[in-house]
């Protein structure tokens, strides 16, 4: 024989749902990120991202300086200027691919940057030659690998655009490969 509902037990299961929808609630409310974290939940370490080796090749020097999201490399002649550049921006998916087409659309004028789509790596890349400041060229090679931007710059100091930009494709293949391995 069944026995009938007893209203506080119903009562209490309402109460105990709604008050689980509500935790749920409040969690999506204060960490509205995780539903779109993307693949990486940590930052990636911008100098982890460079091998010795590399550094030296392109920057002429082995190690780089760490500050936040960015590892620079200064040019070994005393011009504090660096001559290499990796910053990583790690934000969610949908807001990395928003920022990355905002900067590859930004414009600087007359003087401003020429771009070149890269198929190469990551989700999206291109590169971009700024023209000279203080008589360097400056390559850029930005990559967005899920909800990852990385930016590579290089400036080598004798100026010259093919070193520049090979400096900087090879720099960016690299940190490409190495965050991809999950370094």
């Known amino acids: 024989m069944v026995s009938p509902p007893r209203p506080g037990r119903t009562r209490r299961l309402v109460l105990a749902v709604a008050a689980a929808g509500a935790v749920a609630a409040v969690g999506l409310w204060l960490y509205p990120d995780l539903a779109r974290r993307g693949d990486f939940t940590s930052d990636p370490r911008p100098c982890s991202l460079v091998t010795a080796g590399t550094a030296r ?11 936040g999201s960015a590892c620079t490399w200064a ?7 660096p001559v290499l ?6 934000l969610g998916t949908a807001r990395a691919r928003a920022d990355f087409r905002r900067v590859k659309e930004e414009s600087e004028g007359k003087t401003g940057p ?7 790596f990551g989700d999206e890349a291109f590169s971009r030659i700024r023209n000279p400041s203080r ?3 400056t390559s850029e090679v930005w990559f967005r690998q899920g909800n990852v931007v990385v930016a590579v710059r290089h400036a080598p100091a004798d100026g010259g655009l093919d070193p520049s930009q090979a ?10 490969a190495r965050l991809g391995k999950g370094n």
């Not at 040019?75 to 200027?81: A, E, F, L, V």
């Not at 550049?85 to 790690?90: F, I």
Request: aromatic fraction near 2%.
């Open 114 to 120: 020429m771009t070149a789509e890269l198929s190469d």
């Open 135 to 137: 008589g360097r060229v």
């Open 167 to 176: 400096g900087a494709y090879e720099v960016a293949t690299e940190a490409a």
């Open 85 to 90: 550049e990796v910053r990583v921006t790690r």
């Open 75 to 81: 040019d070994p002649g005393g011009d504090p200027q």
């Open 57 to 67: 090749l392109v920057a002429g020097r082995a190690e780089g300086v760490e500050a």
